[in-house]
C-alpha cells in the first residue's frame, strides 16, 4: 500500500527554524518526485516545489524560493521541508504530494495527511 | 505563468448535475493537462480526475472531465449529487516553460 506520513504538528514562535518530513512507503520512492504545498487557513492551495528523490534536482515557485528548502534522505525515503527563520505568515496545513517522474504533466496521485505549522509569538 | 480560475462557490440539490469551470488565462487550455482534486473538509486532497477526463481508480463514473477549447477552458461535471460530493474542488496544471504547478483558487461544492 502507498502511504506518505507526515509529521506532526508543530508549534513554533518567530524567527525559529523548522523541519517537516514526509516518508514514502509502498513504492519505490525515486521513481516519483515529492512535491510540497502550502493551504493558509480557509485558502487554497499554493504549491511551494518539488525534488526528484533520484538526484536531488529541486525547483522552487518564486515566491517561495529563498525562503524554504526542499531536501532528501533516499536511504530512508523521507523529504524534507525547512525553514531558517519562520514567520507569522507561515503559519498553514503543509502538504506533500508524490508525482511519477516522466514529466510534469503527471498528476500528484498521493498525498500525505498533511502537517499544521503554527508560527505565534 | 499563467493563471487557472475557478468560481469561488456553486451550490445544487441532490440528485441533480453541476459543472465546475476552470479558466485559463494565457495560452491554450488543450496544450498541458489539467488535473482535478477533491479535499473533504479536515481531510488532504484526493486526485479525481487525471489528463483532463481520466477518472481515477475508485472514483464513481458519475465524475467527468473535459476540455473545451472555445472557451480555454476545463470542466469537472458531477451527476447524481450526494451530500457525499460535498467539498471543495481543484483544478492543476503546469507551465511548459518554467515547469511550474499552478493550481486554480478553488471551488466550494454545496449539496443542499
Known amino acids: 500500500e502507498v502511504q506518505l506520513v507526515q509529521s506532526g504538528v508543530a508549534v513554533k514562535k518567530p524567527g525559529e527554524s523548522l523541519r517537516i518530513s514526509c516518508e514514502g512507503s509502498?513504492?519505490?520512492?525515486?521513481?516519483?518526485?515529492i512535491n510540497w504545498l502550502r493551504q493558509r487557513p480557509g485558502k487554497g492551495l499554493e504549491w511551494l516545489g518539488r525534488i526528484d528523490p533520484s538526484d536531488s534536482d529541486t525547483k522552487y515557485t518564486p515566491s517561495f524560493k529563498g525562503h524554504v528548502t526542499i531536501s532528501v534522505d533516499k536511504s530512508i525515503s523521507t523529504a524534507y521541508v525547512q525553514w531558517s527563520s519562520l514567520k507569522a505568515s507561515d503559519t498553514a496545513m503543509y502538504y506533500c504530494?508524490?508525482?511519477?517522474?516522466?514529466?510534469?504533466?503527471?498528476?500528484?496521485?498521493?498525498w500525505g495527511q498533511g502537517t499544521l505549522v503554527t508560527v505565534s509569538s | 505563468n499563467f493563471m487557472l480560475t475557478q468560481p469561488h462557490s456553486v451550490s445544487e440539490s441532490p440528485g441533480k448535475t453541476v459543472t465546475i469551470s476552470c479558466t485559463r488565462s494565457?495560452?491554450?487550455?488543450?496544450?498541458?493537462?489539467v488535473h482535478w482534486y477533491q479535499q473533504r473538509p479536515g481531510s488532504a486532497p484526493s486526485i479525481v480526475i487525471y489528463e483532463d477526463n481520466k477518472r481515477s481508480s475508485g472514483v464513481p463514473d458519475r465524475f467527468s472531465g473535459s476540455i473545451d477549447s472555445s472557451s480555454n477552458s476545463a470542466a469537472l461535471t458531477i451527476s447524481g449529487l450526494t451530500t457525499e460530493d460535498e467539498a471543495d474542488y481543484y483544478c492543476q496544471s503546469y507551465d511548459i516553460s518554467s515547469l511550474f504547478v499552478v493550481f486554480g483558487g478553488g471551488t466550494k461544492l454545496t449539496v443542499l
Open positions: 494565457s495560452g491554450s487550455i488543450a496544450s498541458n493537462y
Open positions: 509502498g513504492y519505490s520512492f525515486s521513481s516519483y518526485w
Open positions: 504530494a508524490r508525482q511519477y517522474n516522466s514529466g510534469p504533466h503527471t498528476d500528484f496521485d498521493y
